[in-house]
């Protein structure tokens, strides 16, 4: 290790679900702002223990929706009514009823689309490069295991008393990760 | 990988016991550990190809290659080379088109509304099905863009401005077709790969090789597991799920309005668009048990796939079946209440006209043969049920036949009427698509978890916080 190498966090495991959601419950009361919890799959009631508000991939997904729905009505008058008229079969040049289902179609396309481009956008992903992807004992959490990290940069944090709080919580291995 | 314990041992924690009337069959067989569910489902695409696996590629890629011959020869020739001849000016690339479609919709389903509805078995099966999903609406999507016969046009389909500053038409029933299957394609495919990025991240995090690594981390996007992230991959899923399900139940109602606007008989009837989506979901039940049944033998995922899965399974394709059923004799009983004659003569053509053998294996297999899954001992013989499955697939294929060609051969005039044959190339292009069916399927099994690991995990007894297995304190029981 070199002087210059600068600590990411600290790195609490757990091997069951109990024992991380009650650690996050404590780091949370503990005043901690930049800290996360890593699990395999995501754990019930986890969001309340960390004090997670609900997410807002919902507003990206209903701003999508409502653009296609418009886009959908707004391209389908303009090509059929206003830049090239055709009558066929007698029908009126534009009706919502016929301009309906493809209109509903942009709606979901455009729906599903901001909500997986919203939630990798709040998620600051893709990100292939993260300190915790280069810890070798990490990678079990995609495996069995869990993790409790606290940041280096989060005010309250100091490597003995942060530790001892881990410790404390039941986490039997504990170490520091490099940036 | 750490070796850890293949099952959890009950022994080493209090489990209250749950009253017998409470007691459910399990969903995870076994009492099976995090870490096994990972390396039992990851080992698939890690151990080298199995023999059986290069048998069954080998002759699907010969097939996938018979694929690509047949519709470079019509595209080179002209839609001549198929048997659609007036007044059956379409045939077996419609039927295969909708037959298609409709396999994928079972894959919506279960990853959408089982989900929606909370059915917590789905998590074994989905990510099989969603990709059937996918394979099977590439494998549609060739016919439309083909039987327009000159397909260098195909672009026309989409509101893309042109020389001639034509718009598409948007009154037609079959320009809201290519918004709705280019539409369910695309959701289906960030679905799907939604599903599996917390998977690609297993996959690398167990890489051996530089290439897997560099691939499964690629796509794996960087997940690390964060429950930030999860926080909004949940929301998102549910909102893509709930996307979804107004979505599967839209795609096969518009493919039946393409039928149902127009006006001939047998077409033209307002019963079409929910009679085609129960058909839908029936056949898409019938390809992924039929494509489940012998994969979780070979690759041991009894415990993944157990039988109460299976169960479930023949009861959607028994429900389905029902209100397939159900729509032929309503059919039946609206022709001959509508006291219309040509609607009448429609239907009695049907059963009794030149295309019999069509209809009756259309009946059998869709209405009596899905009705032996109301006894419990079908539903749990894996052999009949693999019959059964793939007779609701063949049954699926000539209600289509039924539909399409019967419609068409006889119309209003009887100087029209005609009897259709299919060419070489029409079945050498079906058979094809079965090619590029297992082709995509089999490199999915080979290459990508084929059980949603991540998720799989989330719904075992251990994942629960609450419960005793998941570390949850038991309160001692105090005898009243």
Known sequence: MNGLSQQYGIVAEFTNAASVLHAAEKVRDAGFRKWDVFTPFPVHGMDRAMGLRNSKVGWFAFIGGVTGYTTGMLMIWYMNTFDYPIVIGGKPLFSPFSAFPPSYELTILFGAFGSLFGMLFLNRLPRLHHPLLKNKRFSLVTHDRFFVVIECTDPKYSENETRKLLENLGSRHIEVVEE | ?480
């Open chain 2, 1 to 480: 990988m750490a070796a850890g314990t293949t099952s959890i041992k009950p022994t080493q924690v209090v489990v209250p016991e749950t009253p017998a009337e409470l007691q459910r069959v399990p969903l995870v067989g076994n009492l099976r550990s995090f870490g096994w569910i990972s390396n039992r489902v990851a080992s698939l695409c890690e151990d080298k190809a199995p023999v059986w696996w290069w048998i069954l590629f080998i002759p699907s890629a010969l097939c996938l290659g018979m694929l690509l011959f047949m519709l470079s020869y019509q595209i080179s020739t002209g839609v001549g080379v198929w048997g659609n001849r007036h007044p059956v000016m379409w045939a077996w690339d419609i039927v295969n088109f909708v037959w298609w479609i409709g396999i994928g919709h079972a894959g919506t389903l279960i990853s959408a509304i089982l989900f929606l509805l909370r059915q917590r078995w789905r998590t074994g099966v989905n990510r099989a099905a969603e990709a059937m999903t996918i394979f099977a609406v590439m494998c549609a999507g060739i016919y439309p863009a083909m039987h327009v016969g000159r397909v260098w046009y195909d672009w026309w389909l989409f509101p893309i401005p042109n020389a001639n500053s034509i718009w598409p038409q948007f009154r037609s029933p079959l320009m809201w077709d290519v918004f709705a299957v280019s539409t369910y394609f695309t959701v289906s495919v960030l679905f799907w790969y939604m599903g599996l990025v917390p998977d690609l991240a297993v996959m690398r995090d167990r890489a051996k090789t530089r290439l897997r690594q560099f691939f499964y981390g690629l796509f794996a996007l960087g997940w690390t597991g964060s429950n930030r992230h999860w926080s909004n991959y949940e929301k998102a899923y549910l909102i893509l799920a709930g996307l979804s399900t107004p979505l599967v139940l839209s795609v096969h109602s518009i493919v039946s309005l393409d039928f149902s606007v127009s006006q001939l008989p047998g077409w033209h009837t307002t019963i079409f668009p929910p009679y085609f989506v129960a058909g839908a979901v029936f056949s898409g039940f019938g390809m992924v048990l039929t494509l489940l049944i012998p994969l979780r033998s070979i690759f041991k995922l009894e415990d993944l796939i157990t039988m109460r899965h299976i169960d479930l399974m023949c009861k959607v394709t028994l429900a389905t079946g029902s209100i397939v059923g159900y729509a032929y004799s309503m059919e039946f009983f609206i022709a001959w209440y509508s006291g219309n004659p040509n609607e009448q003569f429609h239907f009695l053509n049907r059963a009794l006209g030149p295309y019999q053998w069509a209809w009756i294996p259309m009946v059998t297999c869709n209405v009596l043969v899905p009705q032996l899954f109301w006894f419990r001992a079908i539903r749990h013989n894996l052999f009949i049920v693999f019959i059964m499955s793939i007779l609701v697939n063949v049954g699926m294929w000539f209600e289509r036949f039924v539909i399409i060609v019967i419609g068409l051969h006889r119309d209003f005039l009887p100087s029209n009427w005609n009897y259709y044959h299919p060419t070489w190339v029409d079945i050498g292009t079906y058979v094809g698509t079965f090619g590029l069916f297992f082709t995509m399927f089999l490199l999915f099994i080979r290459f990508l978890p084929m059980i949603a690991i991540s998720e799989v995990k989330g719904v075992t007894p251990q994942s629960d916080p609450h419960h005793p297995l998941g570390g949850a304190k038991v309160k001692e029981h105090t005898a009243q």
